[in-house]
């Protein structure tokens, strides 16, 4: 595993995100008004001598109504939008690119900065729609079969440049024929580790479940974690959204190999955590996720390892047939291997699924997120540097 970390860098890179993000998202001074939780916000009105109330007209305005231009806020006196623009904005991400998939699965590429990019994908789907979306400009945790490991780590987004993303998608998708936003589901499976991006990750799930902005479902929230075990305790207490886990190897030796966060936190520890977060949740099931790599994990030994683990517990797995990129070293296992991998966890009781692979004619599907990442922070992978980074 390469060693990319240095917890001063991180602080160093935080600091400056900071300022990047004022500075990118609005000009001088102005506090952007996209990505506030309500309480910061409630906060912001009062400082200027204004009810608490605004805030929720504003979260109104952004994420049920899509809107950006303060003017258009109507419900606002004129004298009060005057004021506001003096010292606010919403500041919307900037879309680079564009792609439309075959089947219907969109990509969009946007701006983070300094040349860096992220990347975020709609999956339209008769019964929903889903929105994966990224939480840091590429990733540090290196994970030997992922698009986004392999291009390293440059920063964490801000809660404006997440939540950003959901309000770009439902803006710029047609409605559902039920008159609903486009997105009706987010995972957070794109670019980055989200509980490496702890404070913002909390932030933008409030955003998403809060009745005053999308008012989602817990259900239809998913954070996707390689396996950072204090901060899934952590989410367990301040969110109950549902919780998927990189697994993709059923012992230390191979899982060091594949998800090398598992030196940090091996896979006993992980599991513990999992099944205390479920408890908390009434046992909702937790999902892990299994990549198909040929020759690798994909033996029947290996299913028979996996259901021993999982046996009994609240846990589903959805195999992930493997999404090639330049330069990896792996292949996808062959479409009979993963249905017969399938097969034996359900004959071992376990409630197993195959995702269906989208958007692979313009790179979209799992895995091969890339976005633009060129100006890498090394980063040694620490419980500490951990701890601090998503402090
Ligand atoms: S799989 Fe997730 S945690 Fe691992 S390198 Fe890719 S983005 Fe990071």
Redesign the pocket.
Known sequence: MKSRFSSAMIFAREHANRELTTTMTASAEKVNLLGLPKTDLEQFFVERGEKPYRARQILKWIYQHGVSDLDAMTDLSKSLRTTLKDSACVSVPVEEARQDSVDGTVKWLFSSGSGQAVETVFIPEPARGTLCISS?V??????A??????QGFNRNLTAAEIIGQVWHANNNLPMRSNGEPAVTNVVF?????PL?NYRNLVAVLELLLSDWSYGLSRRRVTV???GIVPHIDRLGDDCNVALAV?LHAANNRLRNRL?P?NKLHPIDELLAACWRYAKKHSNRFITFEYVMLRDVNDSLANADELAALIRGKPAKVNLIPFNPFAGNEFTRSSAETIRRFQERLRERNIVATTRKTRGDDIDAAC?Q?AGKVSDRVRVRLSKKNLRMASA
């Open positions: 840091q590429g990733c540090a945790l290196d994970c079969f992922c698009a986004t490991g392999a499976m794109g670019m980055g580790e490496a996707s974690t390689s990189s998800v966060i895995g997120l």
